[in-house]
C-alpha cells in the first residue's frame, strides 16, 4: 500500500488541506486517464491549463489533488496540496512512488542538439557487449534489458522514466542511458532522478519555436548539468563554443573532450571513408564502422562516458571498433550500379550540414550528390531556410520535399525552404511535395556512382499529415525503388 505522505516526501509544500496518510492507487497528470483513489496532478501547459479539469478529476474519485493554484470550492474527502511548481513535484513524487529506481542503477543522461540518440543507442550496446544488462531511454526506443518498447519522446515524462526505470532495476539493469532533451528539461521530467553521469554533445539551431532565443535553450541545456550531483561526472565538448558553459556552475567531476583543443580525452581522425573511420583516441589508433567526422565526436564521448563509469580502456577500444551505425544515421546501401543511397536523421541546419560535409569529404570524383529534404511542420520554422540554403550549397541537386506536415500546409512549408536557396544555386533545386516521388525522381536522376541523400526522417516508419500517420520508410523505399529501376 503506497500512502500519500510517502511520495511527498521531497517535495517542497505550499499549503495542505486534508489528510495525507490516505492510501492512494496512482499518480496521474491527465484527468482523462485518472481513476478511483488516484492522485491528479494540474499542471499550466503548452496548449491547455490542467487547472481546469481538477473538478473533473475529482468527479472520477481521485483522492488527492497537486496543484499549483488551490480550487475555490474544495471537496470533503479529498486532499487539496499547493505547490510550486506542478512538474517539480510530480516528478518528485514519481520518483518516490517507483521507490526511487535511479538510485539503484548508474543513470548516464545525454543531452545536447544532435548526437544524442547515437551516443546513448551505442553505450547501451557497448555495455551490451561487455557482457551487463544494460537499459535505454531514447528518441527511436526504449530497451530493458533486451526487451523492446516503443518510445513516445525523446525523454519521456517523469513517471513514465521512473516506471522504466524502476522495471530495468528488477530486470537487473545497472546502466542506464538515457536522452536528456531541452524539453525534457524545461518541463522537469528529469528533476529528482540521481545520474551518475552527463554528457553534453553540442549546442546549434533548434527548437527555437519553443525556446525564447538561443540563450535560453543554452541555459535550459546547462541547467542539467547544475542539477547533477557531486558525484556524478560532467563531460563536455571542449570544441563546442558552449563547452565550458555547460560546466560552469556543476559540483559534479569535471570532464572534457575534444578533436581541436586541449581536453581530457582527445581525438585524431587518421582516415575517414565510407568503410568507415580510423582514428586515434588518447593514442590509441583504431578503424571503427561509423562514417563522418562527428561521429569521431561521439564514439570519443562513449569512449570517455565508458571509462568514467569504470570500464578498462583495452576492453572499451575493441568494443567500439564493433559498434555499428544507429538506424537511420547514416544508414546506408550501395546499389548494383554504384549508387550510394543514405537515409539520415538530420533535421536540423547544423547536422545537415554535418552529414553533407562528411559525403562530400568522403566523395572521389564527379559524382553527383543528389539531396532530398523537407522540415517538419507545427515546429520551428526559423530552421527552414536556413536549411534549403544548405542543402542546395552543398550538394549538386536538391529535391525539397515534405517531412511531416502535421497540420501545416506543405506547400507553403517548402516555400519557406526555397527562400534560403541563393540565386546562383537555384538551378539545383526543385520541389515535389510527394516525398515518395521526390526520391522516386532522385532515383531516377541518379547515374552510376552517383550519392543519394535523403534528410529528415531517419528512423522514422511514417509520414503524418494532418494528425494522421501513414506507413512511411526512407530507407525501404529508396532500396525498393532502386531495385524497380535495375540501378
Ligand atoms: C510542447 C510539449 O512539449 N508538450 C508536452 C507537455 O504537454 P503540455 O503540458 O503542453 O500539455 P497540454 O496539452 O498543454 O495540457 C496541460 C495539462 O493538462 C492536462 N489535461 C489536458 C486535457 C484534459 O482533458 N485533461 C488534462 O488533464 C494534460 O495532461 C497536461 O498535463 O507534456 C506532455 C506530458 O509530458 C507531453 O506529452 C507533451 O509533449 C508533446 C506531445 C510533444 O510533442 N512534445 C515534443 C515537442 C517534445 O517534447 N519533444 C522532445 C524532443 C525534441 C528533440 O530533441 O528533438 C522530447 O523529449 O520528445
Ligand atoms: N555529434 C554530432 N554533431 C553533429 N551532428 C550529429 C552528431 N551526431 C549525429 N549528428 C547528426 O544529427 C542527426 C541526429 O543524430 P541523433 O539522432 O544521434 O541526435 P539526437 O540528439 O538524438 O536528435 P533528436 O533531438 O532529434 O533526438 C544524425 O542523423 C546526424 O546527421
Ligand atoms: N524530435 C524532433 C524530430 C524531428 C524530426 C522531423 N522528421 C520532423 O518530424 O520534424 C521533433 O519532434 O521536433
Ligand atoms: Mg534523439
Not at 536538391?398 to 501545416?408: A, G, K, L, M, W
Not at 526543385?430 to 541523400?453: G, P, V, W, Y
Request: proline residues 2%; glycine residues 6%; aromatic residues 8%.
Amino acid at each position: 500500500m503506497i500512502v500519500l505522505k510517502d511520495i511527498l516526501y521531497k517535495v517542497p509544500l505550499e499549503k495542505v488541506l486534508g489528510n495525507t496518510s490516505v492510501a492512494i492507487r496512482d499518480i496521474n497528470f491527465d484527468s482523462r486517464k485518472v481513476g478511483l483513489d488516484d492522485v491528479f496532478v494540474a499542471i499550466n501547459g503548452s496548449l491547455s491549463d490542467g487547472h481546469n479539469y481538477i473538478k473533473g478529476a475529482v468527479d472520477k474519485g481521485v483522492i488527492a489533488i497537486v496543484c499549483e493554484i488551490l480550487p475555490l470550492e474544495t471537496v470533503n474527502g479529498v486532499t487539496y496540496i499547493q505547490v510550486k511548481d506542478s512538474q517539480e513535484a510530480l516528478a518528485m513524487m514519481a520518483s518516490n512512488f517507483y521507490d526511487n529506481p535511479s538510485t539503484e542503477l548508474k543513470l548516464v543522461g545525454i543531452t545536447g542538439t544532435n548526437g544524442k540518440t547515437t551516443i546513448a543507442t551505442l553505450l547501451y550496446n557497448l555495455f551490451s557487449k561487455a557482457g551487463y544488462v544494460a537499459g535505454l531511454l531514447s528518441t527511436v526506443k526504449i530497451m530493458v534489458g533486451n526487451t523492446q518498447l516503443n518510445a513516445s519522446h525523446t525523454t519521456p515524462d517523469s513517471l513514465t522514466i521512473n516506471k522504466f526505470l524502476r522495471e530495468m532495476v528488477d530486470a537487473g539493469v545497472s546502466f542506464c542511458f538515457m536522452e536528456v532533451s531541452s524539453h525534457g528539461i524545461d518541463q522537469k521530467r528529469t528533476s529528482g532522478l540521481e545520474f551518475a553521469g552527463g554528457v553534453f554533445t553540442n549546442l546549434s539551431h533548434d527548437h527555437l519555436d519553443y525556446h525564447k532565443d538561443f540563450k535560453e535553450y543554452r541555459d535550459v541545456k546547462k541547467l542539467f548539468f547544475d542539477q547533477l550531483p557531486k558525484t556524478a561526472f560532467a563531460l563536455t565538448n571542449a570544441d563546442d563554443k558552449n563547452g565550458d558553459v555547460m560546466l560552469q556552475n556543476t559540483v559534479a567531476r569535471k570532464y572534457s573532450y575534444a578533436a581541436k583543443t586541449v581536453a581530457d580525452y582527445k581525438v585524431q581522425i587518421l582516415e575517414n571513408q565510407f568503410q568507415g573511420l580510423l582514428l586515434k583516441i588518447n593514442n590509441q589508433e583504431l578503424w571503427v564502422k561509423l562514417i563522418g567526422n562527428f561521429n569521431a565526436y561521439n564514439l570519443l564521448a562513449i569512449y570517455a562516458t565508458a571509462e568514467l563509469l569504470g570500464l578498462e580502456q583495452l576492453e572499451i577500444l575493441q568494443l567500439i571498433s564493433t559498434l555499428e551505425s544507429v538506424d537511420g544515421r547514416f544508414q546506408f546501401k550501395i546499389s548494383e550500379k554504384n549508387i550510394t543511397a543514405i537515409v539520415d536523421y538530420a533535421h536540423t541546419p547544423d547536422a545537415l550540414k554535418n552529414v553533407l560535409g562528411t559525403i562530400n569529404t568522403i566523395r572521389t570524383g564527379n559524382e553527383e550528390l543528389i539531396t532530398v529534404v523537407g522540415c517538419g511542420g507545427d515546429r520551428d520554422t526559423a530552421k527552414r531556410p536556413k536549411m534549403g540554403h544548405i542543402a542546395s550549397q552543398l550538394s549538386t541537386k536538391v529535391i525539397f520535399t515534405s517531412d511531416n506536415p502535421r497540420t501545416e500546409n506543405p506547400e507553403a512549408i517548402i516555400e519557406e525552404i526555397e527562400k534560403g536557396v541563393s540565386p546562383e544555386n537555384f538551378r539545383k533545386t526543385l520541389s515535389i511535395t510527394d516525398r515518395k516521388q521526390a526520391i522516386k525522381t532522385a532515383c531516377q536522376m541518379a547515374a552510376e556512382n552517383d550519392i543519394i541523400l535523403i534528410a529528415g526522417k531517419g528512423h522514422e516508419t511514417y509520414q503524418e499529415v494532418n494528425g494522421e500517420r501513414t506507413d512511411f520508410d526512407d530507407f525501404k523505399i529508396v532500396n525498393e525503388l532502386l531495385i524497380a529501376l535495375n540501378k
